[in-house]
T-cell receptor
Framework: EPEVTQTPSHQVTQMGQEVILRCVPI?????FYWYRQILGQKVEFLVS????????KSEIFDDQFSVERPDGSNFTLKIRSTKLEDSAMYFC???????????FGPGTRLTVL | GQQLNQSPQSMFIQEGEDVSMNCTSS?????WLWYKQDPGEGPVLLIA?????ELTSNGRLTAQFGITRKDSFLNISASIPSDVGIYFC?????????????FGKGTKLSVKP
């Protein structure tokens, strides 16, 4: 069964460093998303992406964040200058349609020291 | 803003018991999604509901989309130890155009063998 994959599973970085989190969405899906979950809290929406551009973004997704689909399969989230409060699980998700069921990857645990 | 309220926050039950949890909102939702999350993993989609009044089953799981479109419940029958996890309801934020999901805070289920 097709699934969303994410790498790395765990990323440790120093405050101020740039990180790139990678995702491979399900191949026939057209809508891509990034969510984050701070430990013990609910899942929060960051950004949605369709047709090679950002569709929606939340207040969390400030100028330090960017997303890219560099090729036909990968979808990346970049944090330019990480802060301590960026420590969280980051989930990629994808869906066939705009209102369709979203399928989540296993997540990348980001730890900022 | 739109919020999803889940209850109960946590449940401790004996293996074999039935479980019921629900999700309410002050806003109308046109889609309800139920996810399960194991520790350190991504949310896994259990059931999707698209129509008011809809009752859908997936094995021992049954979920209903409330008639008012402001609530949904999830039932698990004859619970087993692998049902342990956090159950989230989610729905698309109606102010967004790309179906970005809002999540509830989750119901944590513990099952005693």
């Amino acid at each position: 069964e097709p699934e969303v994959t994410q790498t790395p599973s765990h990323q440790v970085t120093q405050m101020g460093q740039e990180v790139i989190l990678r995702c491979v969405p399900i191949s026939n899906h057209l809508y891509f998303y990034w969510y984050r979950q701070i430990l013990g809290q609910k899942v929060e929406f960051l950004v949605s992406f369709y047709n090679n551009e950002i569709s929606e973004k939340s207040e969390i997704f400030d100028d330090q964040f960017s997303v890219e689909r560099p090729d036909g399969s990968n979808f990346t989230l970049k944090i330019r200058s990480t802060k301590l409060e960026d420590s969280a699980m980051y989930f990629c998700a994808s869906s066939v349609g705009r209102r369709g069921e979203q399928f989540f990857g296993p997540g990348t645990r980001l730890t900022v020291l | 803003g739109q919020q999803l309220n889940q209850s109960p926050q946590s449940m401790f039950i004996q293996e074999g018991e039935d479980v019921s949890m629900n999700c309410t909102s002050s806003s109308i939702f046109n889609t309800w999604l139920w996810y399960k999350q194991d520790p350190g993993e991504g949310p896994v989609l259990l059931i999707a509901l698209y129509k008011a009044g809809e009752l859908t089953s997936n094995g021992r799981l049954t979920a209903q989309f409330g008639i008012t479109r402001k609530d949904s419940f999830l039932n698990i029958s004859a619970s087993i130890p692998s049902d342990v996890g956090i159950y989230f309801c989610a729905g698309p934020f109606e102010g967004g155009s790309q179906g970005n999901l809002i999540f509830g805070k989750g119901t944590k289920l513990s099952v005693k063998p």
